[in-house]
């Protein structure tokens, strides 16, 4: 595992989002109420688009495609495919139950650093 650092904290104002591209992977940083989050930017159901998905206010991220929760500290999943009501439950069962991966973050002199696997930290781009 190594630290990669991936964004400048003024990049990423409270209760905003961006993904990182680090190596061939996509993850989405969130601050969220002070904390700097960094989970993967696509859903482990059917790969929808966290970065368009919800935050609560309890620190869950709210799938956009069938909404799907999960815990941003641990990647737990909260709640899988609900919607749409009746046929969620079967999307459901189209790809079995998955925790989202997390990454450990923290912030040094202004910048945020996200710790991945060797890997992967050899190459780093910001991608929106």
């Known amino acids: 595992m190594s630290w990669v650092k991936v964004l400048d904290l003024d990049a990423l104002p409270q209760e905003s989002r961006q993904v990182v591209k680090i190596g061939n992977r996509s993850i989405l940083l969130i601050n969220h109420s002070g904390q700097i989050y960094a989970v993967d930017s696509i859903c482990p159901h059917m790969r929808g688009p966290l970065q368009k ?4 206010s309890s620190g869950d991220i709210v799938c956009p495609w069938h909404h799907s929760v999960f815990a ?11 919607w749409p009501p009746g046929v969620g439950k079967v999307l459901g069962m189209m790809k ?6 997390v990454f450990p973050t923290r912030v ?3 910048n945020i650093w996200v710790e991945v696997e060797e890997s992967q930290s050899e190459n780093r781009q910001k991608t929106s």
């Open 53 to 56: 998905g919800e935050v609560t």
């Open 72 to 82: 941003l500290t641990t990647g737990e999943v909260k709640s899988w495919t609900p």
């Open 96 to 101: 079995g139950e998955k925790a989202l991966s």
């Open 108 to 110: 040094e002199e202004g």
